[in-house]
């Protein structure tokens, strides 16, 4: 079989191997990496998924991929050493399922992403003898999660940028909770702040070599590949069902989407997808007019997609071809405002006795609106645990939301964070007092 680099979707021409293109992260002139072709996985392994646990799927998954880069041996012990939680599916009426990612240790999907990266830094630096500085932009969530994954690793300095103000109480916490290769910044701005410094730092050329400073947000093809794992998982568990499938996806940076449109491509049956927003709403716009038109981002109760203009766009239209009736005829997209996403909070725990945190009901209410049309076996995606957002959940359901023991001792000792002001030459300052 042909090696399989990775391509910039900015240049096919620029092609890299596995290690260039995850320790760098961007691929230059705003491009990001994918590999070259995506392989499909055989029939056999098809026939056998029902029967697999989550960690020989991910395995098999991540083989067909990263065979050329990385031994059987070593990608097994990446694989058990980051997956060590369940990702249930648990069905809430005939046809109408949720697949719960949020049981990992910062109770956000985006642990699974984080660990897998992690482990996966660590094995490819671990013969470099490297030093490096991850540079993460967070909402909340995904900063949590890579605080948590690559805690206490050598060698790597981790610096979390997020919105003052903008996070809720304990991913704050969560965010100061990293060790002390951990260094949380507080940024005096919002999302978009944030996500604009990181790509400012990486293109100070002279800053970005300095540091050696890599990204671990979602445009890091390793925190966007291990997210395939799940969609594989849900599909196992499901066994067999009569219709087709169509699964929601809570969206903001839309890497969770991606993952699931590139498990479909690896041939996972998966028939439809649905992109569920908030009021930040371009992609949905886009699949309605054909015109994607990225605009400030708004605040709202689903923090963690609040994203004016989503960092895997490009990735999504690589995946088609570029081609807007090639995935209309794959992806629907729905938004709902606050008012409407606490409406589906109170639906699903009315009708379903299940109490979702505010992005998993936005999946909800997405997959609710394409069923009213459609006859599909559905799943949304509960991408975080109810208590992270419980004020929100409690204000619209009266369900008070009990504190999991794991998060109340992880919660016990938490640092302060640094401040900084959005401009590059502000935070170029503080960077340079944290970094190696
Ligand atoms: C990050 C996040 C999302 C959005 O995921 P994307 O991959 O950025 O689209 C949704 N819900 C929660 C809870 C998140 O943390």
Request: glycine content about 8%; aromatic content about 10%; overall charge neutral.
């Amino acid at each position: 079989m042909e090696k399989i680099t990775f391509i910039s979707t900015a240049n096919p021409y620029k092609q890299v191997g596995l290690s260039e293109a995850v320790l760098s992260g961007l691929a230059g002139e705003k491009g990001l990496f994918m590999p070259r072709y995506i392989p499909a996985l055989p029939a056999s392994f098809f026939r056998q998924l029902g029967d697999l646990p989550l960690t020989e799927i991910a395995f098999e998954v991540s083989r067909s991929l990263l065979h050329d880069y990385i031994p059987d041996d070593d990608l097994m012990e990446i694989i058990r050493s980051s997956l060590t939680y369940d990702i249930p599916l648990k069905q809430l009426d005939e046809d109408l399922y949720v697949l719960e990612l949020f049981h990992g240790p910062t109770l956000a999907f985006k642990d699974t992403g984080a660990r897998f990266m992690a482990a996966l830094f660590n094995y490819l630096l671990r013969d470099m003898g490297g030093r490096i500085t991850i540079l993460v932009a967070t909402s909340g969530d995904t900063g949590s999660a890579v605080a948590n994954a690559f805690s206490g690793y050598k060698g790597i300095k981790v610096v979390v940028l997020y919105p003052a103000g903008r996070v809720s109480e304990i991913q704050e916490k969560m965010l100061n909770n990293g060790g002390p290769n951990v260094t949380a910044v507080e940024i005096d701005g919002d999302f978009d702040d944030c996500q604009r410094l990181v790509r400012e730092c990486f293109s100070d050329l002279s800053l970005s070599s300095e540091m050696n400073l890599t990204s671990a947000n979602s445009i890091n093809f390793a925190r966007l590949f291990p997210q395939t794992f799940y969609y594989f998982h849900a599909m196992s568990q499901l066994g067999k069902p009569a219709k087709p499938v169509a699964i929601s996806i809570p969206s903001g940076n839309f890497g969770n989407l991606t993952a699931g449109v590139m498990a479909s491509a690896m041939g996972l049956g998966i028939s439809h997808f649905i992109a569920s927003c908030n009021s930040n709403h371009p992609v949905v716009d886009y699949l309605r007019s054909g015109i994607y038109k990225p605009a400030p981002s708004i605040h709202t109760i689903t923090n963690a997609m609040d994203v004016g203009n989503p960092n895997n766009f490009p990735r999504l239209l690589h995946l088609f071809g570029k081609r807007h009736e090639e995935i209309t005829r794959k992806l629907s997209g729905y938004w709902f405002d606050d008012n409407q996403t606490r409406t589906a909070m109170r639906e699903i725990h009315i009708k379903y006795g299940y109490t979702a945190d505010p992005h998993g009901a936005v999946g909800f209410a997405g997959l609710s609106e394409f069923m009213k049309t459609k006859k599909v076996c559905g799943i949304f995606l509960e991408t975080a645990h109810p208590v992270k957002f419980s004020s929100s959940v409690e204000d619209a359901t009266g369900i008070r939301v009990e504190v999991p023991e794991s998060l109340r001792k992880m919660l016990l000792n938490t640092g302060k964070p640094v401040r900084s002001g959005n401009k590059l030459v502000e935070f170029r300052k503080v960077l340079q007092n944290i970094a190696y």
